[in-house]
């Protein structure tokens, strides 16, 4: 056996020539260390006027505490139980009363174009833009987008200073970048860090937000960031700060961008009609795992895997089979299966495409003719004229907006009732009732105010993009 060989230490001489010899090459180490950090002061000296900062204020419930007087009176004399409160009584209408928020957002053109998260400003009843010359502009909304998270306004103003948009597809993991924004209202803050990762997807199971690929930074995102832009070192927008992964809600090193690629698509639709209509395939998929992989001979995991094909779909009439394994979408290679709604949304309805499968062996390239996906269309919410509160089946509704593929009314809020019991949920799109078609609120209410008081009712729903049948208890 051979054993390594043992070396003597150093005596008092050698540690001497040691520590010389640091000295010599320790200070280019450090100078050449220090020039190849970037200086982000010009760049935000540059870019400092094209931010802005958003407050929004809204109407909400005012919490029904009890006065002094009442807790008082109450510990005073016994309850009578004549003097109890009628539990069957029509509940009161909640007292609103006005809450403001702050958020940031950055121009995007010198006409007063607007840009900043769907969160920061939907239903809000009034909304401000402050400019870093102390300006400050009514705002009026264009469109709302929920599933990208993006908003865009208008203020009236011309001349105004414009952000640079820049490449997010060319954006690599490493980049430097630079966030300004206004965190807790600290108004036209700036951090830094790097780009942590690409593609990635929120990890909440919020399936509303499988649209999006989010660039991952560790860059220091607070509550007052959303909305506000990340820079690369060309002073170029590259993402639109959204979301942080935290247990604390601030900072922990983990945020998330929207693209400036898919921001600007959505923009683009935003400006031109106000809403975002995003192409549907029609399929339920699930990740590839390394037993999947292997037992359909895949040489390694990858793509989507297709559990099931809605019937009618452009998925079914392209040819595509439940066990196909989707490998990529329009060229773009599918690694994971959060990628192929991600590829697929970036298309409008109507576009063609060409899907590659893996089946029995061999891929197929087929084409798909993409469909119209509803529920990826968010109308605008507007704070006034808002729909009735609750009826019998315990909902509250909107009319979809036209761009819709299909009629019916959206599902705002549930509240305890028989839609509840039923399983629908908020998002949801009601297209028959009682066997009845629906067009609008209106006839909404009116079928609603028909329906019998006892037994079962059947209602038709489409939750992204696939239809179902539900059975409402009315007893």
Do not use: C
């Amino acid at each position: 056996m051979t054993f390594p060989k043992l070396l003597p230490l150093p005596n008092q001489s050698d540690w001497a020539r040691v520590g010389l010899l640091t000295l010599l090459i320790l200070p280019g180490l450090v100078s050449g260390a220090a020039v190849s950090l970037p200086n982000f002061a010009d760049l935000v000296e540059a870019n400092a006027a094209t931010i802005v900062e958003i407050s929004a204020i809204r109407m909400v419930e005012r919490p029904d505490f009890p006065s002094q007087q009442d807790l008082e009176e109450f510990l005073r004399r016994r309850i009578d139980p004549n003097e109890l409160p009628d539990l069957e009584a029509e509940p009161e209408e909640p007292e609103l009363r006005p809450r403001g928020s702050v958020g940031s957002g950055f121009i995007l053109t010198s006409d007063g174009f607007v840009v900043t998260n769907h969160h920061v400003v939907a239903g809000a009843q009034e909304i401000t833009v402050h400019l870093t010359d102390r300006r400050e502009f009514e705002a009026q909304v264009v469109g709302l987008d929920e599933p990208s998270d993006l908003a865009l306004l208008k203020i009236d103003a011309s001349g105004l200073p414009a952000v640079r948009v820049g490449d997010s597809d060319a954006v690599r993991v490493g980049d430097w970048v630079l966030a300004i924004g206004s965190p807790f209202g600290l108004e036209f803050s700036a951090a830094a860090g790097i780009v942590s990762a690409k593609g990635r997807s929120i990890p909440d199971g919020n399936s509303r937000y499988n649209y999006m690929s989010f660039i991952q930074s560790d860059v220091a995102i607070n509550q007052g960031n959303s909305g506000g832009p990340l820079f690369n070192l060309d002073g170029e927008v590259i993402g639109i700060n959204s979301q942080i992964l935290s247990s604390t809600g601030t900072s922990a090193g983990i945020s998330f961008s929207i693209p400036s690629n898919v921001a600007l698509n959505v923009v683009e639709q935003l400006r031109e009609a106000g809403i975002v209509q995003r192409g549907l395939l029609g399929v339920q998929i699930k990740e590839v795992t390394y037993a999947l992989a292997e037992s359909f001979d895949l040489d390694r995991p990858q793509g989507a895997f297709v559990d099931l094909v809605s019937p009618g779909s452009p998925a079914e009439a392209a040819g595509i089979q439940i066990e196909d394994i989707i490998l990529s979408f329009n060229g773009q290679e599918i690694i994971n299966s959060t990628d192929l709604p991600f590829f697929v949304g970036q298309n409008r309805p109507g576009t063609q495409s060409e899907v590659l499968v893996y089946r029995n062996g061999r891929q197929l390239a087929l084409n798909v003719t993409l469909g119209s996906s509803p529920l990826n269309v968010t109308q605008e919410e507007v704070a006034e004229a808002q729909p009735e509160r609750r009826n019998p089946l315990g909902l509250r509704v909107a009319d979809l907006n036209p761009a819709y593929s299909v009629s019916g009314v959206q599902v705002l809020e549930v509240f305890d009732g028989p839609a509840q019991q039923a399983g629908i949920l908020e998002g949801d799109v009601i297209v028959a009732l009682n066997r009845q078609e629906i067009t609008s609120m209106e006839q909404f209410s009116a079928v609603v105010e028909s329906l019998p008081a006892q037994g079962y009712v059947q209602v038709r729903i489409v939750r992204e993009g696939v239809g179902t049948t539900l059975a409402l208890d009315m007893n």
